[in-house]
Nanobody
Framework: QVQLVESGGGLVQAGGSLRLSCTAS????????MGWFRQAPGKEREFVAA????????YYADSVKGRFTISRDNAKNTVYLQMNSLKPEDTAVYYC??????????????????WGQGTQVTVSS
């Protein structure tokens, strides 16, 4: 079982930037593809970005493409989400997760597991 802890959330003005981190423990991190999701109040959890175990394959939701960048450092057991040009509609709790299925690409929450506790991102207008 992998344990995930997200950090780096906060309050930022529209147009600003934040970098989220997700640190893993418990099992060999570099065996796993990883993903970021987010959930706004009253809405379903939605896919944001995913990265393969070695960083060679990456894909994004259309809503964040060109603004967000996912990356990973396997030596630090950490995956990152750099968020630029933030918009009020990016406000949500952001979660990282391990991709548990063989589908690629996939944006389904059912294909991910070992969810972290989340970190709040609030973008003011």
């Amino acid at each position: 079982q992998v344990q995930l802890v997200e950090s780096g959330g906060g309050l930022v003005q529209a147009g600003g930037s934040l970098r989220l981190s997700c640190t893993a423990s418990g099992r060999t991190f570099d065996n796993f593809d990883m993903g970021w999701f987010r959930q706004a109040p009253g809405k379903e959890r939605e896919f944001v970005a995913a990265i393969s175990w070695n960083g060679a394959r990456i894909y994004y939701a259309d809503s964040v493409k060109g603004r967000f960048t996912i990356s990973r450092d396997n030596a630090k057991n950490t995956v990152y989400l750099q968020m630029n040009s933030l918009k009020p509609e990016d406000t949500a709790v952001y979660y990282c997760a391990v991709k548990t299925s063989y589908r690629w690409p996939t944006m389904r929450t059912a294909d991910f597991g070992s969810w972290g506790q989340g970190t709040q991102v609030t973008v003011s207008s």
